[in-house]
């Protein structure tokens, strides 16, 4: 395009019947003539004669000194009433009020960059304010200064670092967070820790101790679960159709559920079981230590009341209290069977083959104490029953209440 300088006209518009009068018209008219060879009367304020003028000049009016301006040729721009444009396609530039300015395009929705009248930017790549811009991210930082951060339609979004794997911060498309460290929701994020609350509130998840509620240290807290699955808990309620302590079946193992305790053993099987219907407990073998048996059929071939001497035994023998287990033979001189002495059991109680009281040893006590009484026993009583009353051995000779008592022996 060949730019010339601006020309200046030397019309000057009349403004009143008296500058008219006062002026030379002789003059005036040839220089209207002059200017106004090419003219043609419009109501816009400025006019486009096109290349077929002398230098497809713009003919502008200035309202301020009332001379008319002729602007150098503006090349290959074109103007509409609505519309300031240039190239096509890819080169092509336009500005339109109420649509806004656009490069690239000839629709401004298809334009690579375009600004609308609401200050709506559209640009496929460049740089704005120091952030870069491309067709599939928004990026500014840099990773020595540690300000990185970009946001990509592919990945997601990250900051710290270039790469979105070594990002100290990111979100993934997919809803994936990962933070090195901070707050979210009140929950306070570490490489190792994940808490929230402060004493007695506090819940911690950490991949060195474990779950802990209720304590800021893990080992001062009333619940906790350590890394391996040990669980400390100071008040426990468990709610579950079926409790155990292995889920396999072939190992020993502790199973609660709505039928009761079992316990079962890899080789022998079911060891105890606990019913919670009421019915009687069952147990392989072991030892109670201490409990209250109501109601209940006690079958054994060895029942003792103590783990240690002397104690008071129950067999088939009978019920016995024994005092050792030293035994022996007596000599011929005194009993030639082969009975035995020392067996150490100082009665029996119950064996079909003796008496149903059997002293079987002699001691520094009686054989059988009776209570001292004052008076016959006031009954119910029956023949046989005995008692020692006042100092003597008396017998119910007659049953009733209290029946005849009468004294045993010569005594009177």
Not at 272 to 282: E, K, N, V, W
Request: some cysteine.
């Amino acid at each position: 395009m060949i730019t010339l300088p601006a020309k200046q006209s030397a019309f000057v518009r009349i403004k009143s019947l008296e500058d008219l009068l006062s002026r030379d018209i002789n003059d005036y008219f040839s220089r209207v003539d002059r200017d106004l060879q090419n003219l043609f009367l419009y109501n816009q304020p400025s006019y486009w004669f096109g290349s077929s003028g002398s230098n497809g000049e713009i003919l502008e009016y200035d309202e301020n000194t009332g001379s008319v301006v002729f602007v150098p040729d503006i090349g290959a721009w074109n103007i509409s009433a609505d519309r300031l444009w240039a190239g096509a396609t890819a080169t092509y530039m336009a500005l339109q009020p109420g649509t806004g300015i656009w490069l690239g395009d000839e629709a401004f929705l298809s334009a690579p960059f375009s600004v609308d009248p609401a200050g709506v930017l559209t640009a496929h790549s460049g740089e704005v304010g120091g952030w870069t811009i491309s067709t599939t991210k928004l990026y500014g930082g840099t990773d020595l200064d540690n300000d990185y951060i970009e946001l990509n339609v592919d990945q997601g979004i990250h900051m710290g670092a270039e790469e979105f794997d070594d990002a100290e911060f990111s979100v993934s498309k997919e809803g994936v967070l990962k933070a090195v460290s901070g707050t979210i929701g009140g929950w306070s994020l570490g490489t190792s820790l994940l808490y929230a609350g402060s004493g007695g509130t506090k819940i911690g998840l950490d991949t060195t101790d474990g779950i802990w509620f209720g304590a800021d240290n893990p080992g001062a807290a009333p619940f906790h679960v350590d890394r391996a699955g040990n669980l400390r808990a100071t008040l426990t309620e468990l709610t579950a159709p079926l409790i155990q302590t292995n889920a396999s079946p072939g190992t020993d193992r502790v199973v609660i559920n709505s039928a009761g305790i079992r316990g079962y053993d890899s080789s022998l099987g079911t060891t105890f079981i606990l019913p919670t219907d009421g019915s009687a407990p069952t147990f392989a073998s072991g030892v109670i230590q201490s409990a209250t048996i109501i109601d209940t059929t006690i079958v054994s071939n060895d029942f003792k009341t103590s783990s240690e001497l002397p104690w008071i035994e129950m067999t088939d023998s009978g019920v016995a209290y024994r005092e050792t287990l030293s035994v022996g033979l007596y000599n011929t001189f005194q009993y030639g069977d082969g009975t035995k002495y020392g067996v150490g059991v100082s009665a029996y109680y119950g064996n079909s083959g003796k008496p149903i009281l059997s002293v079987e040893a002699e001691r520094t006590y009686a054989d059988i104490h009776l209570y001292a009484r004052d008076s016959n026993p006031e009954g119910p009583n029956t023949v046989g029953d005995l008692a020692c009353v006042n100092g003597k051995l008396v017998m119910c000779t007659s049953g009733g209440e209290p029946g005849t008592w009468t004294i045993v022996g010569t005594q009177s």
